[in-house]
């Protein structure tokens, strides 16, 4: 299969959203004439002109304003956050509008709009360009949140997004954009809401998501050359989360580490583990399910310590280690 | 230098050994070679020897305690030397009057977690130290968050508040509470590998042959004497002893025991023997009864594998290497060296080996790999005058093999006429989770046949 970098993967989703759906448009920062801040929208003003790839001003408040408004009235938008630290600016639009609108309205109002969101660190951007906030969403009833990990992943659960009658945040990955994976020509939707067992292990269930899943997978190909087989689940979808193969995972490994970048404090992992003690997996348990995740401080602007701010391949084998030797 | 002197390594799976007997006290003298102490593992004793010459000092644990391997037990020192202090690690008594056994099992298990179990990388602050001591907490087990993991005075108080707060509780993972539920196992017999003594999923399901056994066997030496009645002595259950206790409790337990009897002609088996010890060349080993059957056994074995085998819960394993037991007695317990491979090996070799394993064992300079690996165990109480009688299964075999003594029989030959014969009585004790009586009996007949035609086995 060709292969495609998770941007353009996107940029694909998005243009064959749009040839295929006239509903279907693009709001931003940017997101025109340069492209978007790191290229994901390259091109597609040439194709399909200003009134469907509409650049903003700087008001991140109004770029979700205009998505809900434009749903609710028929559209399906797909906005974007250049980086995803400035929907703070955006969250009374978000949250307290578009999250509860169908709610509200007793299901005669629809909001079918994607925001689309450039998350995580690694790019030395500092504190206020480089968070992981995923989890604040997956905290509002009424919002999607979508987290994916490839190339492929990227353009089937965009696409799934676009057709999905409700609120999406889709929470993309800056260091990921350049990666490079197989991906189909044609259009296919990933089921919203769909766990991915990424490799099968007995040893112990690590949960990753985004960036963390590489990460893992690099982890888990060292472990192997030690016997240490890790058994690695995507949920992909944060929220609704399909928590079957975790649940399953972890009745098979008896051991379950979760990884993200975003701070542990208050973090998807807590809501993870809480999943998996709360289900059948409890009585498998054979050690507590531990987290790895970022520091609890804002990423530093210098590299080596935006480095160690969040979780590397190498601190996921050490963890690993440690629980599967039971010294954890 | 002060030089120490650590637990030795015997066995490749041996985690620990018991202190027998300190052969030198603190201040004695001591040559390079010197016999210091003599420890157990679970099946021999062995001795711990000086180092170096100099003055033993410095010794850490007592009589009775168990001490994980390459833990350092004492020192060799030269005059005006002191044993070092700073990472010395207090004794994890092993109290015969405990109320709570389980607990200084977990007290003696080697440390993990983020404890490194070498001594050599162990660190403990001095004033954690003195506290571990006050406390009689064994610091090795507990984690230390100070500099390179060194044990600060903080991690001994957090250590000896969960101590208290999870006093007669278990510490064991959700996994490992399931199991031992579903096993009817109890936790509270068993030590835990994990951090902090935790009791994981593995421990239960190495255990839970044992647990019983442990639990009523820990409990022994808390229940004192009878008020009233004159204690002539008191043999604590350490080393041997103890082993013996627990894989005997355990056996007839948890092995449902079938027994079954022969009484066999060894007239022609005699014959032969007697022929070959009055031809043997001067320096070849004279031939036993036991060699004759170790022979027999072995053969018989081969024929039929089912008795040649282990008892797990998921499965029955049969094995194709034929090594056995000789139950060996000695003044202070019981010792079964193994012949392995003994359907492999004639006459002579089996007698040889025989002769040099008794004297090993008697002499207490058995190896490990002498007593390890049998599948089957000969038991022969016939020196001692014993007509006939049953054994108890060694675990983890599947039987054994109980031999009387010879005795002179008139038996009916085919005119009804009596006729003097000299028979032996076998009785064979077998598990009945892995075979059933006809098995055992046909292996049984083919035992009784082979002792009848030795000399067909032997071709």
């Avoid at chain 1, 279907?24 to 194709?47: H, K, N, P, T």
């Avoid at chain 1, 893992?216 to 992909?236: K, N, T």
């Avoid at chain 2, 007290?107 to 162990?122: E, K, S, Y």
Wanted: net charge negative.
């Amino acid at each position: 299969m060709r292969e495609l970098s998770y941007m353009e993967a996107l940029r694909e989703a998005m243009r064959q959203a749009m040839q295929k759906d006239d509903r279907v448009f693009l709001i931003g920062e940017d997101v025109g004439v340069y492209g978007g801040a790191f290229g994901v929208s390259a091109g597609l003003l040439d194709e399909f002109g200003p009134k469907r790839i509409i650049d903003t001003p700087i008001s991140e408040a109004g770029i979700a304003g205009a998505c809900i408004g434009a749903a609710v009235t028929g559209m399906r938008p797909i906005g974007e956050m250049q980086f995803s630290d400035f929907v703070v600016i955006a969250m009374e639009q978000l949250v307290m509008q578009g999250a509860k609108m169908r709610f509200m309205f007793g299901g005669k109002a629809e909001v079918p709009f994607v925001m689309r969101l450039a998350g995580g660190s690694g790019t030395g951007a500092a504190a206020q360009h480089s968070e992981s906030l995923e989890n604040w969403f997956v905290h509002v009833p009424g919002l999607k949140v979508v987290m994916p990990s490839s190339p492929y992943d990227a353009k089937g659960l965009l696409l799934a997004a676009i057709e999905d009658n409700n609120p999406i945040m889709f929470f993309e990955n800056k260091v990921l954009y350049k990666t490079k994976g197989p991906v189909p020509e044609e259009m296919y939707t990933i089921p919203i809401g769909q766990s991915h067992v990424v490799r099968e292990g007995k040893d112990l269930t690590v949960v990753a998501t985004s960036v963390m899943v590489s990460r893992a997978q690099e982890a888990a190909e060292q472990l192997s050359q030690e016997g240490i087989e890790l058994e690695i689940i995507d949920p992909r979808t944060l929220k609704p989360l399909d928590e079957k193969p975790i649940v399953e995972s972890v009745i098979k490994t008896g051991k379950a580490l979760i990884v993200h970048e975003a701070v542990k404090t208050g973090g998807f992992g807590g809501e993870l583990a809480a999943v998996i003690m709360e289900s059948e997996a409890f009585g498998y348990l054979d050690a507590p399910v531990k987290r790895l995740a970022g520091l609890d401080m804002p990423i530093p602007y210098n590299r080596n310590l935006e480095y160690h701010a969040v979780p590397q391949v190498e601190n996921i084998v050490e963890e690993t280690r440690k629980l599967v030797k039971g010294q954890y | 230098m002060a030089k120490e002197i650590i637990m030795p390594k015997f066995g490749f799976t041996q985690e620990e050994s018991e202190i027998l007997e300190w052969l030198k006290q603190d201040g004695d003298k001591v040559d390079k070679g010197d016999p210091i102490a003599v420890v157990s593992t679970d099946k021999i004793s062995m001795e711990v020897e000086a180092p170096e010459s100099g003055i033993v000092g410095g010794i850490r644990y007592k009589v009775g305690d168990v001490v994980p391997v390459t833990r350092i037990i004492a020192y060799v020192l030269q005059p005006g030397e002191k044993a070092p202090e700073t990472d010395a690690v207090p004794a994890a008594p092993k109290s015969e009057a405990t109320a709570a056994p389980a607990a200084e099992e977990k007290a003696a298990q080697p440390a993990a977690g983020a404890t490194p179990a070498a001594p050599t990388t162990f660190s403990i602050s001095p004033v954690a130290q003195r506290l571990a001591a006050d406390l009689n907490i064994d610091a090795s087990q507990i984690s230390g968050t100070g500099r390179d993991g060194q044990v600060t005075k903080k991690d001994v108080e957090d250590f000896a508040a969960s101590l208290s707060a999870g006093a007669g509780k278990v510490n064991a993972t959700p996994s490992a509470r399931r199991i031992a539920q579903e096993k009817g196992v109890d936790l509270h017999a068993l030590s835990g590998s994990g951090p902090n003594g935790r009791i994981q999923a593995e421990d239960v399901s190495t255990a839970r042959a044992g647990a019983a056994v442990q639990a009523a066997v820990a409990a022994v030496p808390s229940i004192g004497a009878v008020p009233g009645l004159k204690v002539l002595k008191e043999i604590p259950l350490v080393g041997m002893r103890r082993t013996i206790a627990q894989n005997m409790q355990r056996s007839m337990q948890q092995a449902p025991h079938m027994f079954l009897q022969v009484d066999v002609e060894m007239d022609a088996a005699e014959g032969l023997r007697k022929l070959a010890n009055q031809n043997k060349v001067a320096d070849a080993p004279k031939i036993s009864v036991t060699a004759l059957i170790v022979k027999a056994v072995a053969w018989a074995l081969k024929q039929n594998p089912i008795i040649n085998s282990q008892y797990t819960d998921e499965k029955i394993i049969l094995y194709s290497d034929i090594n056995i037991g000789v139950a060996t007695a000695l003044d202070n317990g019981l010792i079964v060296p193994v012949i392995h491979n003994a359907d492999s090996k004639d006459l002579l070799e089996i007698s040889r080996e025989l002769g040099d394993l008794a004297q090993r064992a008697r002499s207490n300079k058995l190896q490990p790999d002498n007593l390890s690996g049998g599948t089957f165990t000969i038991s022969n109480l016939g020196m001692f005058g014993i007509d006939r009688f049953t054994a108890i299964i060694n675990p983890p075999q599947s039987a054994i093999l109980a031999v009387g003594k010879m005795n002179k029989v008139f038996v009916p030959d085919e005119n009804d006429q009596p006729v003097l014969s000299r028979q032996v009585a076998l009785t064979l004790s077998a598990d009945h989770r892995v075979m059933d009586g006809s098995q055992a009996a046909k292996f049984l007949t083919d035992l009784k046949n082979s002792l009848l035609n030795l000399g067909e086995i032997l071709k």
